[in-house]
């Protein structure tokens, strides 16, 4: 057993995405982190997934138009809403798109196509934190709107699996409470009755 394995997962949490600074992963870190991100459970060898990398100027791109897109779903909104909108990807210095990229198989279903992107979503968080950064994945509203998905990159068919933001995280990420895992587990007894 890889105790040090089992002691950081373990130990993971996520880190407030406003306290996630530069420096973000380097270009070469962001590639180990793709690689690492693409060893899931892929049945059928399909790749139904892919990565978007936001960094430097497109993030605040992307903010003025989901703000724009905010207020045409909603109608005028308060300056603090705006700004709001505004910062979504820039708060940390790097943020990747895990997208679900549907492919045509007759004997591999869409949904465990979609739990792949999920791992991947996972995965990609595990390397960002193994590789000292802080992370944490989100989807938000744009992730449900068409023309949202449309503004940050994502092809009509495609849907968002989620948002990792990453950066450099100083400070210690708060504890939440978590499932007690006596509680999530037991032992098969047969057909469910109801």
């Not at 590789?131 to 849907?159: H, K, V």
């Not at 990453?166 to 006596?182: H, L, N």
């Amino acid at each position: 057993m890889n105790a040090t394995v089992i002691d950081f997962l373990l130990s993971r949490k996520s880190a407030p995405i406003p306290e996630l600074h530069e420096p973000a992963p380097s270009d070469e870190e962001i590639a180990t982190l793709i690689r690492v991100a693409s060893r899931v459970p892929d049945h059928g060898r399909l790749a139904p997934w892919r990565f978007i990398i936001y960094r430097g100027d497109a993030r605040f791109k992307i903010g003025a138009l989901l703000a724009k897109r905010a207020e045409e779903r909603e109608g005028p909104l308060a300056e603090a809403r705006v700004e709001q909108e505004k910062a979504r990807f820039a708060r940390a210095p790097l943020v990747v798109g895990v997208v679900h990229c549907p492919r045509d198989n007759p004997k591999i279903p869409q949904w465990e196509m979609l739990l792949s992107g999920a791992a991947a979503a996972m995965n990609l968080v595990i390397a960002a934190n193994a590789l000292g950064f802080g992370s944490n994945w989100i989807t938000n509203w744009y992730s449900d709107d068409e023309e949202g998905r449309r503004i940050l990159g994502l092809a009509p068919q495609e849907r968002v699996v989620g948002f990792v933001h990453i950066g450099t995280f100083s400070g210690d990420a708060p504890e939440r409470p978590r499932p007690d895992p006596e509680t999530l587990a037991s032992e098969y007894s047969g057909p469910w009755s109801g």
